[in-house]
Nanobody, 116 residues
Framework: QVQLVESGGGLVQAGGSLRLSCAASGNIDSINAMGWYRQAPGKQREVVAAIARASGITHYQDSAKGRFTISLDNAKNTVYLQMNSLKPEDTAVYYC?????????WGQGTQVTVSS
């Protein structure tokens, strides 16, 4: 099992920045990718960014490209999402996920609210 604890959400004005953190504990040997998803009220959960654990290759949703950066600190078992130039439409609950070969693990979510 893998336990994920997210932090770093909050309220920020449009144009501001936030950095989300997701600390993992437990057996992460089988984890091969990490990602951040978000879910806005009345909308489906969508992927924001992902990173392959071994190669470091990243993937971003089009709306996140150029503004968000996902990174991984293997020594700390922590994945980050640096979010710059935030927009009101980025308002959502952000979820961290660790994906293994047979199981996916999810954090509890952290609220990000961007005011205009």
């Amino acid at each position: 099992q893998v336990q994920l604890v997210e932090s770093g959400g909050g309220l920020v004005q449009a144009g501001g920045s936030l950095r989300l953190s997701c600390a993992a504990s437990g057996n992460i040997d089988s984890i091969n990718a990490m990602g951040w998803y978000r879910q806005a009220p009345g909308k489906q959960r969508e992927v924001v960014a992902a990173i392959a654990r071994a190669s470091g290759i990243t993937h971003y949703q089009d709306s996140a490209k150029g503004r968000f950066t996902i990174s991984l600190d293997n020594a700390k078992n922590t994945v980050y999402l640096q979010m710059n130039s935030l927009k009101p439409e980025d308002t959502a609950v952000y979820y961290c996920t660790y994906k293994g070969f047979t199981d996916d693990f999810w954090g509890q979510g952290t609220q990000v609210t961007v005011s205009s």
